[in-house]
T-cell receptor
Framework: QKEVEQNSGPLSVPEGAIASLNCTYSDRVSQSFFWYRQYSGKSPELIMSIYSNGDKEDGRFTAQLNKASQYVSLLIRDSQPSDSATYLCAVNMRNYGNNRLAFGKGNQVVVIP | GAVVSQHPSWVICKSGTSVKIECRSLDFQATTMFWYRQFPKQSLMLMATSNEGSKATYEQGVEKDKFLINHASLTLSTLTVTSAHPEDSSFYIC???????????FGPGTRLTVT
């Protein structure tokens, strides 16, 4: 099993709809979870951090964490064309030192006007 | 905020020359900095982890003598690509973390083209 998996292919959503992204991770004792947004040709930008089970909302973004299921998700409400980007899930791993994170391969989101 | 800068943002060099890329944390002290490489339409690939005042830890398959990393202070890390070849052309991105946290803040990246 990969450390962090983001299996869905490119996601196309109409403007104004909800985009839902999923991520699973392999290390049961991971404590820190992040979502990054990366526009084409740019570096990743941290958009959400979550550390406790449940939901965390920040503007149009909601992160959901379920440690028992080793699952973290990101919802983007009222999707805008500016949300079109690749979203990376990142998780800390206990076998990593130096505050390293394991990154998923990313999910591309395309918001159609 | 947590701002990380990189310089230069892009560079073109001739094969066989060396290129130095700087990564600075502008408004926080970064105990740990990371260097990534990303090829077009591919995932981030971690090259090395550097801690202030100690030797960098390189990922498997990354040549330490080719990619020299120096983390001279709590706000500055440098990556030097030595004897660059066209296959080293890529997007190099650094990130930094505050002491005791896992949140990584990325610099804007440096696009290297070796001719």
């Amino acid at each position: 099993q990969k450390e962090v998996e983001q299996n869905s292919g490119p996601l196309s959503v109409p403007e104004g709809a909800i985009a839902s992204l999923n991520c699973t991770y392999s290390d049961r004792v991971s404590q820190s979870f992040f979502w990054y947004r990366q526009y084409s040709g740019k570096s990743p930008e941290l958009i959400m951090s979550i550390y406790s089970n449940g939901d965390k909302e920040d503007g149009r973004f909601t992160a959901q964490l379920n440690k028992a299921s080793q699952y973290v998700s990101l919802l983007i409400r009222d999707s805008q064309p500016s949300d079109s980007a690749t979203y990376l899930c990142a998780v800390n791993m206990r076998n990593y030192g130096n505050n390293r994170l394991a990154f998923g391969k990313g999910n591309q989101v395309v918001v159609i006007p | 905020g947590a701002v990380v800068s990189q310089h230069p943002s892009w560079v073109i060099c001739k094969s066989g020359t060396s290129v130095k890329i700087e990564c600075r944390s502008l408004d926080f002290q970064a105990t740990t900095m990371f260097w990534y490489r990303q090829f077009p339409k591919q995932s981030l690939m971690l090259m090395a982890t550097s801690n202030e005042g100690s030797k960098a830890t390189y990922e498997q398959g990354v040549e330490k003598d080719k990619f020299l990393i120096n983390h001279a202070s709590l706000t500055l890390s440098t990556l030097t690509v030595t004897s660059a070849h066209p296959e080293d052309s890529s997007f190099y991105i650094c990130s930094a973390t505050r002491t005791g946290t896992y949140e990584q803040y990325f610099g804007p990246g440096t696009r290297l083209t070796v001719t």
